[in-house]
């Protein structure tokens, strides 16, 4: 490619950006982004050739990766449509996928059939352009959810591309991809960050928190995730995540109940225990 051009050089666009250098996938790598300082970090970084505060310099594209909180979408498909080419194609690093897919097919117009879905299975509770890294992407899973308007073709490029990248490709339909993201990563987000919430109202927080110890740490490390990206994805993906929680509501109650009662607790606890030891990560 000749121009590959980043919105968002946080973690995820950072790290894109670091590999297509590293990997010399494009001529030109140009960053954008809503923060001076921070784009000017990712250059000092490496993690870009150039930046930019102005999508005009989108033009001529052969490629554009939004990688910024999904509800920041809908204003960046408005102010990036005019500098769009008829060949330009638009991928994202969302974590939901209906809603993104609706918002494009109504703000980018007759460009819509060349953006695709993209959520690589990456990533870790850092943030920012320092947390940008080389090999975040690989053998990770990269779900593609492509739409009727998509041709085969431009389906086959962002394929390659993330292969390129060393990711796994998997298709997916974005309704089935926002229920099982809900399930398997945006619950536990929620959690921890309920659990955290929790013990700040705690009035002996700083005892607690000095006698944590490494089964703590595992299942609180999500909770320092960026609170913007993990806000827009609660609201953009609620219907799954009100649902999920709800359902998660009902186990605590059983829990409550098993305790209460003494009744099967450690039956209950295994089939916890054998699920989690035959998960192969």
């Known amino acids: 490619m000749n121009k590959i051009c980043i919105i968002g050089l946080g973690l995820l666009g950072g790290s894109i ?4 250098i590293s990997k ?9 982004g809503r923060k001076h300082e921070s784009l000017k970090k990712a ?23 939004i990688a910024t909180p999904v509800k920041q979408y809908s204003s960046i498909f408005k102010k990036i ?4 080419s008829t060949t330009t194609l ?30 690589p299975i990456a990533g870790s509770e850092k943030h920012g352009p320092d947390a940008a890294q080389l090999g975040l992407f690989k053998n990770k899973n990269i779900i593609i959810t492509p739409h009727e308007k998509n041709t085969n073709e431009d389906i086959d490029f ?26 398997v990563s945006h619950l536990p987000h929620a959690l921890a960050m309920i659990f955290m919430s929790m013990l700040n109202n705690k009035g002996n927080k700083d005892e607690l928190l000095r006698f944590a110890a490494s089964g703590f740490r595992d299942f609180t490390r999500i909770a320092a995730s960026s609170p913007e990206m993990w806000r827009d994805i609660f609201i953009d993906n609620k219907e799954a995540c009100l649902k999920d929680l709800n359902e998660f509501k009902q186990q605590i109650e059983k829990f409550e109940s098993i305790i209460t009662n003494e009744d099967d607790l450690e039956q209950y ?4 225990s054998i699920l989690r030891s035959n998960w192969n990560e």
């Open 17 to 20: 950006g670091k590999e297509c």
């Open 269 to 272: 606890l295994q089939h916890a």
């Open 81 to 84: 449509n005019p500098y769009l």
């Open 90 to 119: 638009i991928t994202d690093v969302g974590s939901t996928k209906k809603n993104v897919l609706k918002d494009a097919s109504h703000l980018l117009n007759e460009h819509y059939q060349k953006f695709i879905g993209s959520h």
């Open 43 to 65: 250059k000092q970084l490496g993690l870009v050739h150039e930046i930019s505060e102005s999508f005009e310099d989108l033009k001529q594209a052969d490629l554009i990766i």
């Open 158 to 183: 962002i394929i390659n591309f993330w292969n390129s990248l060393e990711g796994i490709s998997l298709i997916m339909d974005a309704m089935k991809h926002d229920e099982i993201f809900s399930t």
């Open 24 to 32: 010399n996938l494009a001529k030109q790598v140009v960053g954008f």
